[in-house]
């Protein structure tokens, strides 16, 4: 600049120069600034909760009401073999955030417990891994979750937010920390941990009898035993009740709850202001960041019971209360869409929509079906191996780059949103791990025709349950199932009894040899192949396992975050807005937002 100054000092004719220089290098620097913003897309993520394949029209429903998500399928790509990495909602939204396998992780599970199921607990995304989210923020993207987290919050106090969303590359997060869980609504149909819930109500009443009768008998003389006994007994008895009560019984208060950042807007959460709340901030969020780049990952609380729907759409579809949510949340795709478009961002946004797992079959009252439909596939949430539980809706729309109303039959996975949205943004993969999400760009916009996965690995928490070989040089799609859960009651194709399948213990079966399919053939598994109907059998099973062991020798020991340490309440970690544990507040006003 000085120099500039000394150049019309010396010669004032000097200054005409000096200004056609300066607009040369707005204008250059105005150029650059448009490439960057135009080369790099913003980036729009939707994921259902709990949404079945077969619930959505475009993949052959005919009863529920989805024209947006159709509309959004007709206009883009949509993939018909996309497949979770886990069939339960906190680790395949930990492999979605990572590119990587829950085991990988330490966000797979050796328990029953295979979600986090306390926003008090130690557990959570760990802080060394790298989410897609930090990845694009780094290449200038402003990031934002709005819904549905799941991935803990703190480690070691209450307010450290070791695990929360801004620890983990978003610059805004506006949802739950938790889940939808049916205590958020009532103690009536309880979720949480039901039978063990139940187990524990037994045990105090057998302690509380118990007491009972030592009392009668040394009131009346027909026991001997010391007062300093009964006393003793009665008071483990009121400590072991009140230790599981004073978690379980306010669940409503611990993990129902809603945050701004940081802050607690809403404790307990009100949840028929939820659907206004989360459609509003994606909507505003948009609009606060059209100049972009942007990255919006709007993770709906819908359609996770207890299917909190509005008046709006209750009663509307033909599949009851379930239903009425299916046709709610796809009108808020609608509106998310049409926020796109008013800004005019449509050709420069990269959007996508898909679910986290297969749909609940278990999630009934009485007679009611609360849960979701996958279609021809066998099984469904929380069941490891077959299709019905890991197979996903996968749209994709960016007009002008990716064709439209184009069909892939390829086998791809959640984690590959990690490496595509990474090239997208040109961001810098982490070198020091293994990835195994894969770029999916070439494969949507048709410039090969094969996907890069040929094995992908299906585990029921940390246990490997069947194995996908998409042999590239045959029409054959291989899958071998190791351990499959047994029907309850037999026969029925989901676990009643129980409400989820397990992935261990005397709730499976072992096959030895697997069990044996060929998916292009006979997608919904219902004829297992065998030596005798299947000359390559042997083959087939033998490159199998060679590649199980491969994989297994890429596995590194990580501390495990779903282990019965870290999955425990813990008050000292628990989020409260008041003095704990008088927590409840409500920051976000009494009044009903109408919905957009």
Known sequence: MQQEVLLILQNPQNILYI??????????????????????????????????????????????????????????????????AAPLCTPSRAAFLTGRYPIRSGMGSSTKQRIL?????????????????????????????????HQGMNCES????????????????????????????????RQLNALVQAKYWLYSQIIALTVLTLLIGKLTGLFLVKWKAIICFALCGFLFF??????????????????????????????????SNVLKEAVSFIERNKHGPFLLFVSFLHVHTPLITTEKFLG???????????????????????????????NNTFTYFTSDHGGHLEAQKQNTQLGGWNGIYKGGKGMGGWEGGIRVPGIFRWPGVLPADTVINEP????????????????????????????????????????????????????LHAVRWHQKDSAALWKAHYTTPIFQPDGTGACYRSGLCSCFGEDVTHHDPPLLFDLSSDPAEIKPLSP????????????????????????TPVPQQLSGYNNVWKPWLQPCCGTFPFCWCDKEGDSHQELL
């Open 316 to 346: 509307k579809s033909r599949h009851g209360l379930y239903g009425d949510n299916v046709e709610e949340m796809d009108w808020m795709v609608g509106r998310i869409l049409d926020a796109i478009d008013k800004e005019g961002l449509k």
């Open 412 to 463: 791809t996975s959640l984690m590959d949103i990690y490496h595509t949205v990474a090239h997208l943004a040109a961001g810098i993969m982490p070198q020091d791990r293994v990835i195994d999400g894969r770029n999916l760009m070439p494969l949507l916009q048709g410039k090969v025709q094969h996907s890069e996965h040929e094995f992908m690995f299906h585990y029921c928490g940390l246990y």
């Open 19 to 84: 200004h056609e220089s300066w607009l040369a290098i707005l204008l250059v620097s105005c150029l650059r600034t448009y490439a960057s913003s135009t080369s790099k897309p913003n980036i729009l993520l939707m994921m259902a909760d709990d949404l079945g394949l077969g619930d959505v029209g475009c993949y052959g429903n005919d009863t529920l009401r989805t024209p947006n998500i159709d509309q959004l399928a007709k206009e883009g790509v949509k993939l018909t073999q996309h497949i979770a």
């Open 158 to 189: 209450h307010s450290d937010h070791c695990h929360h969303p801004l620890n983990h590359g978003f610059d805004y997060f506006y949802g739950m920390p938790f889940t939808l869980v049916n205590e958020c609504q009532s103690t009536e149909n």
């Open 242 to 275: 009140i230790s599981w009560f004073s978690s379980y019984g306010f669940v409503k208060y611990w993990n129902c709850i809603l945050l701004r950042n940081h802050d607690i807007s809403e404790q307990p959460m009100k949840l028929e202001k939820a659907t």
């Open 532 to 555: 005798a109907t299947e000359p390559l059998f042997d083959t087939v099973i033998s490159r199998i396992e060679r590649a199980v062991q491969e994989h297994r020798q890429t596995l």
């Open 117 to 149: 199921y306390w926003t008090g607990g130690s557990g959570g995304l760990p802080t060394n891994e790298t989410t897609f989210a930090r990845i694009l923020q780094q290449q200038g993207y402003t990031t934002a979750l709005i819904g549905k987290w």
